[in-house]
């Protein structure tokens, strides 16, 4: 008898019966404000403090709060000051909830105030003065919109039409991984006899060491 050749037939791998390795995206974390990118580097420092400081805090409601703030120095200027602030029931984290309202008066009868607001999911807003005594130092708007991985922000401060001076800040932030954000920040003034613009970068990198 003579030989018998038999052919395997292979397999293909093209077949819908062979799982392919499924690739998954990352997604990447919102890097938050300009304005907190350095926070936790910030609070390894300690304050400084001459002299003696006495707080009293008084929670009237689950929504607000009053304060009291006495400081006695021998150095520097002692004084006074009143601190109120309102905060609502639309809570993001631990430390967001809006709407906020933050007021700040000292003995000299300067005010320092802030109101913080959610317009919309990504939409937030806050709106910042400041007086000494019966003067206006400063007043600002801010607009700030939250991405997926992404965070840009608008700042109008001191505007006046009257004599055509304004400050501009623009803010953005992006997510470039996990751990490092990048960005940068125009800032923009203008006033009679001056205008100017400053352009500066800035970066994180958060992760363990070692």
């Not at 799982?19 to 420092?45: A, I, Y």
């Not at 109101?115 to 400041?130: A, E, G, P, S, W």
Request: charged fraction near 20%.
């Amino acid at each position: 008898m003579g030989n018998v050749l038999a052919l395997i037939p292979i397999k293909d791998v093209s077949s819908p019966n062979v799982r392919k390795p499924v690739r998954r995206e990352v997604l990447l974390p919102n890097p938050g404000s300009f304005d907190e990118l350095h926070k936790k580097c910030k609070e390894v420092f300690p304050q400084q403090m001459e002299g003696v400081k006495l707080i009293v805090n008084k929670m009237l409601s689950s929504h607000f709060q009053v304060s009291h703030t006495i400081h006695m120095s021998t150095l520097g200027l002692s004084g006074y000051h009143f601190n109120a602030s309102y905060v609502g029931s639309k809570q993001l984290s631990p430390m967001e909830v809006f709407p906020t309202v933050i007021g700040d008066l000292d003995n000299t009868g300067s005010l320092n105030a802030q109101v913080l607001h959610l317009l919309f999911d990504r939409i937030r807003t806050k709106t910042v003065f400041q007086t000494q005594q019966s003067t206006f130092l400063t007043w600002q708007f801010d607009g700030e919109y939250r991405g997926n991985d992404f965070t840009t922000t608008l700042t109008l401060g001191n505007p006046d039409l009257i004599n055509e001076s304004v400050i501009v800040v623009a803010h953005y932030l992006q997510s470039i991984t996990e751990n490092l954000v990048l960005g940068g920040e125009m800032v923009y003034h203008r006033r009679p006899g001056e205008e100017g613009a400053i352009l500066t970068l800035a970066g994180k990198y958060s992760g363990e060491f070692g």
